[in-house]
Protein backbone atom coordinates (compact mmCIF):
# COMPACT_ATOMS: atom_id res chain seq x y z
CA UNK A 1 0.00 0.00 0.00
CA UNK A 2 1.29 2.93 -1.10
CA UNK A 3 0.21 6.61 -0.18
CA UNK A 4 1.12 9.99 -2.61
CA UNK A 5 0.69 13.28 -1.35
CA UNK A 6 1.63 16.35 -3.35
CA UNK A 7 0.66 19.81 -4.15
CA UNK A 8 2.27 21.30 -1.23
CA UNK A 9 4.15 25.05 -1.61
CA UNK A 10 4.83 28.37 -0.51
CA UNK A 11 1.84 30.64 -0.24
CA UNK A 12 1.30 33.98 0.60
CA UNK A 13 -0.98 34.48 3.67
CA UNK A 14 -4.80 34.96 2.89
CA UNK A 15 -3.86 32.49 -0.36
CA UNK A 16 -5.04 28.99 -1.30
CA UNK A 17 -3.62 25.77 -2.05
CA UNK A 18 -5.13 22.50 -2.95
CA UNK A 19 -3.49 18.99 -1.75
CA UNK A 20 -3.73 15.28 -3.69
CA UNK A 21 -3.11 12.31 -2.13
CA UNK A 22 -3.53 9.06 -4.65
CA UNK A 23 -3.91 5.59 -3.16
CA UNK A 24 -1.54 2.42 -4.96
CA UNK A 25 -2.83 -1.32 -3.31
CA UNK A 26 -5.58 -0.25 -1.65
CA UNK A 27 -9.29 0.62 -2.08
CA UNK A 28 -10.38 4.21 -1.09
CA UNK A 29 -14.18 2.72 -1.38
CA UNK A 30 -13.21 0.92 1.95
CA UNK A 31 -11.44 3.09 4.03
CA UNK A 32 -12.20 6.92 5.61
CA UNK A 33 -9.40 9.14 4.36
CA UNK A 34 -7.72 11.63 6.52
CA UNK A 35 -5.23 14.77 6.50
CA UNK A 36 -2.98 15.50 9.56
CA UNK A 37 -0.25 18.12 10.02
CA UNK A 38 2.55 18.55 11.87
CA UNK A 39 3.91 22.03 12.46
CA UNK A 40 7.74 22.59 13.13
CA UNK A 41 8.51 21.27 16.50
CA UNK A 42 5.32 20.54 17.30
CA UNK A 43 3.18 17.20 17.67
CA UNK A 44 1.42 15.64 14.57
CA UNK A 45 -2.31 16.65 14.42
CA UNK A 46 -5.55 16.19 12.73
CA UNK A 47 -6.78 18.25 10.40
CA UNK A 48 -9.64 16.81 8.57
CA UNK A 49 -11.15 13.60 7.77
CA UNK A 50 -14.20 11.85 5.23
CA UNK A 51 -15.64 8.73 5.56
CA UNK A 52 -15.81 5.80 3.07
CA UNK A 53 -18.48 7.14 0.46
CA UNK A 54 -17.65 11.10 1.27
CA UNK A 55 -20.96 11.79 2.17
CA UNK A 56 -19.49 12.86 5.66
CA UNK A 57 -16.60 15.04 7.01
CA UNK A 58 -14.78 16.39 9.80
CA UNK A 59 -12.66 18.94 10.51
CA UNK A 60 -10.75 20.61 13.63
CA UNK A 61 -11.47 23.56 14.59
CA UNK A 62 -8.59 25.59 13.39
CA UNK A 63 -9.43 24.83 9.87
CA UNK A 64 -13.23 24.69 9.80
CA UNK A 65 -14.54 26.88 7.60
CA UNK A 66 -11.35 27.31 5.32
CA UNK A 67 -10.59 23.77 4.86
CA UNK A 68 -12.38 21.18 2.27
CA UNK A 69 -11.79 17.74 2.23
CA UNK A 70 -13.34 15.22 -0.91
CA UNK A 71 -12.42 12.49 -2.57
CA UNK A 72 -12.72 10.73 -5.83
CA UNK A 73 -12.83 6.83 -4.91
CA UNK A 74 -13.35 5.88 -8.43
CA UNK A 75 -9.30 7.74 -8.96
CA UNK A 76 -8.32 6.50 -5.31
CA UNK A 77 -7.71 10.04 -4.87
CA UNK A 78 -8.47 12.28 -1.43
CA UNK A 79 -8.28 16.04 -1.46
CA UNK A 80 -7.52 18.89 0.60
CA UNK A 81 -8.44 22.33 -0.40
CA UNK A 82 -6.71 24.90 1.80
CA UNK A 83 -8.26 28.81 1.84
CA UNK A 84 -7.38 31.49 3.80
CA UNK A 85 -3.85 30.17 4.78
CA UNK A 86 -2.46 31.75 7.76
CA UNK A 87 1.39 31.58 8.95
CA UNK A 88 0.18 29.08 11.19
CA UNK A 89 -0.65 26.63 8.86
CA UNK A 90 2.61 25.92 8.05
CA UNK A 91 3.76 22.51 8.43
CA UNK A 92 4.30 19.17 6.75
CA UNK A 93 0.75 17.55 5.80
CA UNK A 94 0.17 13.78 5.67
CA UNK A 95 -2.35 11.45 4.06
CA UNK A 96 -3.86 8.83 6.15
CA UNK A 97 -6.37 5.91 5.83
CA UNK A 98 -8.44 3.76 8.46
CA UNK A 99 -10.71 1.13 8.76
CA UNK A 100 -11.14 2.46 11.62
CA UNK A 101 -13.64 5.18 13.21
CA UNK A 102 -12.56 8.14 14.43
CA UNK A 103 -9.07 10.13 14.05
CA UNK A 104 -6.51 9.57 16.55
CA UNK A 105 -2.95 9.15 14.98
CA UNK A 106 -3.10 5.34 16.15
CA UNK A 107 -6.05 4.37 14.51
CA UNK A 108 -4.59 5.26 11.07
CA UNK A 109 -3.96 2.39 8.95
CA UNK A 110 -1.95 3.32 6.44
CA UNK A 111 0.46 6.64 5.80
CA UNK A 112 1.64 8.74 3.21
CA UNK A 113 4.81 10.66 3.22
CA UNK A 114 4.59 14.69 4.07
CA UNK A 115 4.04 17.33 1.88
CA UNK A 116 5.04 20.68 2.86
CA UNK A 117 3.15 23.76 3.04
CA UNK A 118 4.42 27.18 4.10
CA UNK A 119 2.65 30.04 4.27
CA UNK A 120 4.65 33.35 4.20
CA UNK A 121 3.45 36.54 6.22
Known amino acids: VQLQASGGGLVQAGGSLSLSCVGS????????ELWFRQPPGKEREFVAR????????DYSDSVKGRFTISKNNAENTVYLHMDKLQPEDTAVYYC???????????????WGRGTQVTVSS
Open 25 to 32: GIAFRNYA
Open 96 to 110: AATGRVGHSIGDMNF
Open 50 to 57: INWIGSST
